[in-house]
């Protein structure tokens, strides 16, 4: 008998982490976006690598990176009308095969040896658009492949595994082809990868239709969308601390090519390996977030890591060596989707149904919207302080918008705490502590 005592709570935990799996366009969908997402973090890198052996700029990869973000900034909140207003899934037909495009006609001009700065810029501007009415329409749409609201949270957190386990992939692969091959074939397989999620996204049995056109003037629900997400604490102080993390934190990608050439003294290899580990360690904040049974709690959690994110990147910032900057980037991907991934589950499980697409799309205004200026601000600072300098100011301004959070902690969670009892969520951790409980206490005589 003691042999099989450890054998139940492993399998239950594992289902536990998995357990969103059982829906089956929900299995299509992780599926064809895993495959895709390993593209796309190929394109990216090999996008980053190309820019700098072309200009030897690092404003420039900033100025890459601003229009390849900027369209998100000003175009997402009249998306995330779009996606309340329409059937969500025929919009992401739509978007993923536009990026394809997008991805084939990079791929075309690098192979012919055509390629040009603004040819980049332009695609990427291109891009930048597309993912502006992507980004809201598949955020929402996850909750129309998951049935049951409790298991939101684990297909967010699941998610968000597929994203950095995709991350931890594509840019290794991605270092290894522009060492042997150059930059075109990862553009040319990241076009080809887009047949995977295009293909699942065709093999779904979802309703079609069932959205129509409301009556209200686009800008009125615009208004509303705003009014809605910037009146309630939780959500309001959770898009504030994104948007900062993302104007002050995030940029750090962009630098380095920078960093990995001049600093650690490496090439294309060495930076498909640093964003490699930066993938290990975001996998491993996403399968631990993919554990818990609820959103419940989670508040507290998104300070701490801030915390972790900055203090990671002050260590990066200061590293001189491939492996304790490949361990810093690792620890501070960790604290990242710690935060992005329990903001997203927050807000996802606390928002109204007919609000979600455009409270998603201020999400991706915050997130991917404030990037674009971040950008463009760590490219001119790099060009003048140095990739380490710029690096270690964002990882101070990262760890002071954690803090600031930290101080408004108790307003939200008295503010959330309601919305999960309501839900039933709060009951179900209970529940589910007391069978913890039972499990590892000692039977009574």
Not at 28 to 57: E, N
Not at 121 to 146: K, T
Not at 304 to 311: Q, V
């Amino acid at each position: 008998m003691p042999q099989h005592t450890d054998v139940k709570p492993a399998a239950t935990r594992l289902s536990l982490i998995l357990r969103a799996f059982k829906y089956r366009n929900y299995r299509l969908f992780f599926g064809g976006q895993g495959v895709s997402l390993i593209g796309t973090w190929m394109q990216s890198v090999a996008m980053s690598w190309l820019v700098y052996r072309l200009t030897g700029s690092a404003l420039l990869l900033g100025v890459v990176g601003f229009c390849s973000q900027i369209p998100t900034f000003i175009l997402s909140p009249f998306a995330g009308v779009l996606a309340d207003r329409m059937d969500r899934y025929r919009i992401l037909l739509v978007t993923q095969t536009l990026a394809m495009l997008q991805a084939f006609a990079l791929a075309y001009l690098v192979l012919a040896g055509k390629v040009q700065v603004w040819h980049i810029i332009a695609l990427s501007s291109f891009l930048g658009l597309v993912n502006s009415f992507d980004i809201p329409a598949r955020q929402s749409f996850v909750v129309e492949l998951v049935e049951k609201k409790e298991d939101l949270g684990n297909a967010i957190a699941l998610n968000s595994s597929m994203f950095n386990g995709a991350r931890l992939i594509g840019p290794s692969v991605a270092g290894v082809l522009i060492s042997a091959v150059g930059e075109g074939m990862c553009f040319l397989l990241n076009g080809v990868s887009y047949l995977a999620v295009l293909g699942a996204l065709l093999a779904m049995k979802v309703p079609h239709g069932a959205k129509k056109a409301a009556a209200e003037p686009v800008l009125k629900r615009l208004r509303e969308g705003f009014r809605y997400t910037f009146s309630y604490a939780p959500i309001r102080y959770i898009i504030m601390l994104l948007a900062l993390t993302s104007l002050t934190g995030m940029p750090y990608t962009v630098l380095m090519p920078v960093f990995v050439k001049e600093i650690l003294r490496g090439g294309p290899k060495a930076l498909g390996f640093m964003m490699a580990c930066s993938g290990a360690g975001a996998l491993a904040a996403a399968l631990l977030l993919a554990s818990r049974k609820s959103a419940a709690g989670l508040e507290k959690r998104i300070p701490a890591a801030g915390l972790i994110f900055g203090m990671g990147l002050i260590a990066l910032s200061m590293a001189r060596s491939l492996p304790l900057a490949a361990f810093s980037i690792a620890f501070a991907s960790f604290g990242m989707i710690s935060q992005m991934a329990s903001s997203n589950t927050i807000i996802q499980t606390v928002v109204d149904d007919d609000k979600r697409g455009r409270v998603m799309a201020i999400y991706a205004m915050a997130f991917m919207g404030m990037a674009p200026f971040g950008s463009l601000m760590a490219g001119w600072i790099a060009s003048r302080l140095g990739a380490p300098h710029t690096i270690m100011i964002s990882g101070v301004m990262s760890m002071a918008g954690a803090l600031a959070f930290f101080t408004r902690l108790g307003e939200i969670r008295a503010r959330v705490h309601p919305v999960y009892e309501r839900m039933g969520i709060s009951a179900q951790v209970a529940s589910g502590l007391q069978s913890a409980t039972a499990l590892t206490s000692p039977p009574e005589d």
